[in-house]
Structure formats: C-alpha cells, structure tokens
C-alpha cells in the first residue's frame, strides 16, 4: 500500500515542478531588475546613434517642445535632425523642420522654407545631448535606483522588461534642464530582454500624471547630418 501511494505521489511532484518551471520562465523578465538597468547603461553609452521618438503627455513647466522624432549622432560630431512640435512666441508651430549642430539650432518655422540659425539648441531643448554620456540616456540609467520589474512588453518588434524605479535630480535635470528637479524623481525604462540589453524606452514623470517618454530605434544605424546652408 505504501509503495503505492510513493508510485502516485511521485508524478504528481513532477507536474507540480513542471508548472512551477513553467510559470518561472513565463515572467520572461530578470530576477536582478538593478543588473539589467545597468548593463543596458553600460549598452547605451558606447552607441553613436539612434532614432527618436519624443514625447510630453500632460504639461511640463519651462520645455516648449511637445514632441519630437529625430536622428541623432555623436559621431563624427554631436548633431540631430528631424522635425518637432513647439511652442514659440506663443504659438504653437507642429512639424517643424530643424537640424542641430555645434550646438546650434537650425529650423524652418514655416514648410518648405530656409532655415534660420535661432542660436543655441539649449536655450529651447538641446536634442542632440540625449546620446551624450555625460548628460543624456546612458547617464540617466546610471543614476536609476529603486529598480523593480514591472512586466514585459514587446516595444518595434523586440521583448523587453518594464522596470520602474526613480532617477535622480541631477540626471533630470542634465536630460530635462526645464524640469529643475529636487528631489529623485519617478521614472520607467523599458529594457530589451535579451541580447545587449538596449534601452527602447524611457519616461520621467517630472510631476504626477506630467510625463516625457523617450522610444529609441535603429540603434547604431548610420546616420549623416550636414549644417544648412547659411
């Protein structure tokens, strides 16, 4: 009789541990949220350029862009290129040409016009320093704490974990210089799963239900900007 009940017993210990694996590999995320926030950091520092979706739900004081989608570069100089949505002298100007290099902010307020030097991108938002490793992407995920896996995702195509957490001020305010934070603040990336853990995507909620949202493509994909003709 004894032997009996181990003959049944036993296969049930090996569906239970059958499901347990199962239900493990389903979470499809990291059980070390922190060590993969940093090894898409360590990722996103040695890029030279990607694709970028910029966008502001809600109302962030002080930043006049309300979106972005642009190419940006560090090499063989720092530049961007591509068209936003702003805020300028009161009005409210959408698909907005404009090219950023040295520093210097190009645009073309009306369509098909000539752009205009408007003199330093900072003084409206320096696009192009999102991939500088000082100020932008890879210096935010370096100062990412409080990491907690939130889900996976499937961001253009590729499987990444969602992990919350807060960033600091100081990485705030290098990436959002309008936001003037004091204090960490909430923050989401969105980490792909697997391979070199690139980053896909980043959002900072400046205030409560105020967010920027960061989406980056083409990671590392040639990218030629030339200064416009004057």
Not at 16 to 30: E, R
Not at 175 to 180: E, Q, Y
Not at 187 to 213: C, D, K, R
């Amino acid at each position: 009789m004894k032997s009996r009940s181990v003959a049944i017993f036993v296969p049930l210990l090996t569906v239970v541990a059958l499901l347990t694996g199962c239900t493990g590999a389903s979470s499809g995320y990291s059980s070390d949220p922190a060590a993969l926030v940093k090894q898409s950091g360590d990722t996103t520092a040695r890029q030279a350029s990607a694709h970028l979706k910029f966008t502001v739900a809600g109302q962030v004081v002080g930043l006049p862009v309300e979106a972005i989608e642009a190419d940006l570069t560090q090499k063989p100089a720092v530049a961007a290129k591509g068209t936003l949505d702003m805020t300028y002298l009161g009005q409210h100007l959408k698909g907005v040409a404009f090219v950023v290099v040295g520093g210097e902010l190009w645009a073309s307020i009306t369509p098909g016009g000539k752009p205009s030097n408007f003199g330093s991108a900072a003084k409206i938002y320096d696009v192009a320093a999102i991939l500088s490793p000082d100020a932008g992407l890879s210096n935010l995920l370096a100062n990412f704490s409080e990491s907690t896996a939130a889900g996976t995702e499937t961001i253009a195509g590729v499987a990444v974990t969602r992990i919350t957490g807060k960033i600091t001020a100081d990485a705030v305010n290098k990436i959002l210089p309008a936001v003037d934070a004091t204090a960490p603040v909430p923050g989401t990336v969105w980490v792909a799963t697997g391979g070199a853990h690139e980053l896909m995507q980043a959002q900072i909620e400046p205030s409560t239900g105020n967010t920027v949202t960061l989406t980056l493509t083409k990671w590392g994909e040639p990218v030629t900007i030339d200064t416009p003709a004057g």
